[in-house]
C-alpha cells in the first residue's frame, strides 16, 4: 500500500501564493506518476499536473500553466505543488494522487490517493 498525505492549504486573497505539500510512504515502484488533481463543489476531479519519476517529464494543465509548479524533494519522499497568482477559480480540494507507470490525466487511472487540502481563493 501508499499513503499519501497532503498538507498546505488555506485562504488566500486573489495574486496570492500558497505551496501543497504531498507526503509519500509505504510500497514503492520502480516506474511510477505523481498528480494533483482538484475538486471544486459540484464538480468532478480535475488535472492540474503530474509528471512521471522515470522520465522526469511534469505537464499542467492549460488553466495552470504558468502558475503552478512541481517539484520534488526525494530525500523526504515528498512533492509539492507551488500554486502563485491565484486565482477565485482555484478555489477547490486539491489531491495528489500515485499510480505506477507513467503520467495520465485521467483520474481514475490512479490507484492511490491523499485526503485533499481545501484551497480557498477569496476577492
Known amino acids: 500500500q501508499v499513503q499519501l498525505v497532503e498538507s498546505g492549504g488555506g485562504l488566500v486573497q486573489t495574486g496570492g501564493s500558497l505551496r501543497l505539500s504531498c507526503a509519500t510512504s509505504?510500497?514503492?515502484?520502480?516506474?511510477?506518476?505523481m498528480g494533483w488533481f482538484r475538486q471544486a463543489p459540484g464538480k468532478e476531479h480535475e488535472f492540474v499536473a503530474a509528471?512521471?519519476?522515470?522520465?522526469?517529464?511534469?505537464v499542467y494543465a492549460d488553466a495552470v500553466k504558468g502558475r503552478f509548479t512541481i517539484s520534488r524533494d526525494n530525500a523526504k519522499n515528498t512533492m509539492f505543488l507551488q500554486m502563485n497568482s491565484l486565482k477565485l477559480e482555484d478555489t477547490a480540494v486539491y489531491y495528489c494522487?500515485?499510480?505506477?507507470?507513467?503520467?495520465?490525466?485521467?483520474?481514475?487511472?490512479?490507484?492511490?490517493w491523499g485526503q485533499g487540502t481545501q484551497v480557498t481563493v477569496s476577492s
Open positions: 509528471f512521471s519519476a522515470s522520465t522526469n517529464y511534469t
Open positions: 509505504g510500497r514503492t515502484f520502480s516506474t511510477y506518476a
Open positions: 494522487a500515485l499510480r505506477p507507470g507513467l503520467w495520465t490525466r485521467s483520474p481514475g487511472a490512479y490507484s492511490f
